[in-house]
């Protein structure tokens, strides 16, 4: 355990859904990260979120939305997806300005887009 | 554009072989290097490198930065069946926003 929980830990969807993922952290880290990892290749920073506030945005489309009402909470909030989106969502925390900021993981979203 | 790249991309070694996986970057305004080891979902921290030629050891692994000549190495010695998984080499630059550029990773098997 990390630290870092996500939910919900599959998700099979629709083009045509809405959906959230939820990411929480309980490591008292002020900044939180969405990457996307798909089959055979590097792990894609989407967004990071520094004390609550968007940071980077990693030319994301916008069928993805992010939110971040707290330090220790992040969602991803879906709609309109397409079957390439179709990958492995992991959120990460990390406690930036401190001498060593390590990103820590979550166990990750399994997203399936039919 | 910051680069890392991971070689090999993978690997079949036997229980009790040492291994060596690779890592260089390209990227401006280096600040560190990250290890993490990737089973089934969450990666794990393994190491942070920040300066050259100073050996990070944690059991049977160990980690070296060279910023003269961009790369990094991970060792893991006497293998056993446990440490099969992905290792994921990552580079953070200074002034980047906690912002990580990962290469594809190394997926080791260790077989019996």
């Known amino acids: 355990e990390t630290g870092v929980t996500q939910t919900p830990r599959h998700l099979v969807m629709g083009m045509t859904n809405k959906k959230s993922l939820k990411c929480e952290q309980h490591l008292g880290h002020n900044a939180m990260y969405w990457y996307k990892q798909s089959a055979k290749k590097p792990l894609e920073l989407m967004f990071v979120y520094n004390f609550k506030e968007q940071t980077e945005n990693n030319s994301v489309p916008s069928r993805f939305s992010p939110e971040c009402p707290n330090s220790s909470h992040l969602f991803l909030h879906l709609h309109t997806l397409q079957p390439e989106d179709s990958a492995l969502y992991l959120c990460?925390?990390?406690?930036?300005?401190?001498?060593?900021?390590?990103?820590?993981f979550g166990p990750g979203t399994r997203l399936t887009v039919l | 554009e910051d680069k890392v790249v991971q070689s090999p991309l993978s690997l079949v070694v036997h229980e009790g072989d040492t291994v060596t996986l690779n890592c260089s970057y390209e990227v401006t305004n280096f600040r560190s290097l990250l290890w993490y080891k990737q089973e089934k979902k969450a990666p794990t921290f393994l190491f942070m490198l920040t300066s050259s030629g100073i050996e990070k050891k944690s059991g049977r692994l160990s980690s070296i930065l060279d910023k003269k000549e961009l790369f990094s190495i991970l060792n893991i010695t006497a293998t056993q069946t446990g440490d099969s998984a992905v290792y994921l080499c990552?580079?953070?630059?200074?002034?980047?926003?906690?912002?990580?550029?990962f290469g594809t990773g190394t997926q080791l098997k260790v077989e019996l």
């Open positions: 990552a580079v953070e630059v200074r002034g980047g926003g906690n912002k990580l550029t």
């Open positions: 990460a925390s990390s406690q930036a300005g401190a001498s060593t900021d390590t990103q820590y």
